[in-house]
């Protein structure tokens, strides 16, 4: 499983988010991913790149979101390719926590890709945006995702556990969702097929007119605080920075009001 190779990177990806490696008596257990049935092509997908005995069943239940839920499962026993995977970075047992980018070479945007079909969302919000999403418990893995997405959109994220969950919900929505989404599901990759779909899709959405894009987050140097706290107006601060008053003003009330940290 070489995962400079972008199948097996976002089979693997997808393999962390949403599979389940177990354990049994001796050197028995398993590998298991259970999806819904309408994405088993998937699961077809990642039986052809395993050079093991593996079997897809089926299985019907209810949950809390229906009466009659039917999900295909992806069953892996060999004790090699489990050994393989755990040394990547799939832990045995309860993993969402513990899960992180493998520290080896990796293709990044398909091993991001299959964290997101399996742990994320890709589509328009109630108000039309476009948006591309991961939830996830795991630190290491909100941390790469904000990272990859800044090199490609240029966007900033402050990462913060929700209080209900303890978990990350990392969001990208208009024109960084678009940008994201195209370099993540470019033509002929391995994917969810509806997924790919939405992220297609959003490439059609464009910015109502009078809408302007929020102005890039500006990152506060000493020397700039140090201007904004010794100039004699918010009007001079903001000429010599060539920052808009608001933004200056916002600025200098934090500093003074302790929510950050004075110039040396």
Known sequence: ??????????????LQADGHLA?????????????????????????????????ITGRSRSTNFAEAH?????????????????????????????????RGA????????????????????????PFV????????????LCTYAREITGAERT?????????????????NAQSLAANLYYTGCLSLERKRSAAHNLAA??????????????KWSSEQDRILLTAPAIAD??????HSRSACQVRRWRLLHGLAPLPD
Not at 237 to 242: D, E, K, N
Request: net charge positive; aromatic share 10%.
């Open 1 to 14: 499983m070489d995962l400079t190779v972008p199948e097996y990177a976002y089979m693997f990806g997808f």
């Open 23 to 55: 354990k049994g008596v001796g050197q028995k257990g398993r590998l298991s991913v259970e999806i819904t049935a309408r994405d088993i092509d998937l699961l077809r997908e990642f039986q052809k790149l395993t050079p093991y005995n593996s079997s």
């Open 70 to 102: 039917t999900s295909a499962v992806w069953t892996l026993c060999s004790l090699e390719a489990r050994t393989r995977l755990n040394e990547l970075g799939l832990p045995y047992g309860r993993k969402s926590q513990k899960i992180a980018p493998p």
């Open 106 to 129: 990796f293709s990044r945007r398909d091993y991001l890709r299959g964290l997101i079909d399996a742990d994320g969302s890709v589509g328009h919000t109630s108000q039309g945006w």
């Open 133 to 144: 999403s991961l939830t996830t418990a795991s630190t290491p893995i909100a941390v790469f």
């Open 159 to 175: 990462l913060k556990r929700n209080a209900r969950d303890d978990i990350y919900n990392v969001l990208y929505t208009k024109e």
């Open 205 to 218: 959405w464009v910015r109502p007119v009078g809408s302007k894009p929020r102005p890039p987050r500006i």
């Open 237 to 242: 601060a903001a000429a010599q920075l060539g």
